[in-house]
Structures are given as C-alpha cells and as structure tokens.
C-alpha cells in the first residue's frame, strides 16, 4: 500500500507560480509512472501531467510550457512546478500512482486558489 501526500499549495495571483509536492510512504514509487490531476468546483477530475520511471514526461494542452513535473526517487517525492498560473488553474491538485493499468493510491490533495 502506497500512501501520498500533497503539498505547497495556496493562494497566489495569476502570473504568479506554486511548486507543489508529492511525497510517497509505505512503498517506493520509483518504477511507476506518477501522475497529478486536479478537480475544481463543480468539475470532474482532470488529468494535468505525469511521468514515468525513465523521467519522460505527458501534459495537458492547457498546461505545456506552464507546468513541469519531475521527481526526485531518493526522497520519494514527486513535483509539479507551476508557472504563468491562470485563474482557470484554480482546482484541487491531487497526485496517484498508475499501478496495474490505472491510477491508485490518491492522495488527498492540495487546494491550488489563484487569483486575478
């Protein structure tokens, strides 16, 4: 069993960035793609990024050349990085592992509130 938790994020104004942590317990995440998602107020569950265990790396769209996720296998922890934040980015930020075909383990999130 895997066990995450986000964190970093918070309150800022559009232009402005936030990195956000995803740090793993009960098992190492190292071989596994790892992915964020974000949900926001009356929306269903999107996908924002992920990044497999060779470091090659999926966006969405809306998020390419904003967004960078990376991780870091010795502290077990996986990053987004999030630039030239929108209002629209505004959303609960969560973060799962993708294990026998599809995301597990989520995390409980992190609110992710930007400002115009």
């Known amino acids: ?12 104004q ?15 995440i190292s071989s596994y793609t790892m992915g964020w998602f974000r949900q926001a107020p009356g929306k269903e569950r999107e996908f924002v990024a ?9 966006y969405v769209d809306y998020v390419k050349g904003r967004f960078t996720i990376s991780r870091d296998n010795a502290k077990n922890t996986v990053y987004l990085q999030m630039s030239s934040l929108k209002p629209e980015d505004t959303a609960v930020y ?23």
């Open 14 to 28: 559009a232009g402005g960035s936030l990195r956000l942590s995803c740090a793993a317990s009960g098992r190492t």
């Open 94 to 116: 969560v973060c799962a592992v993708h294990y026998r075909n599809e995301y597990r383990y989520w995390g409980q999130g992190t609110q992710v509130t930007v400002s115009s």
């Open 1 to 12: 069993q895997v066990q995450l938790v986000e964190s970093g994020g918070g309150l800022v």
């Open 50 to 58: 992920a990044i497999n265990w060779l470091g090659v790396t999926s």
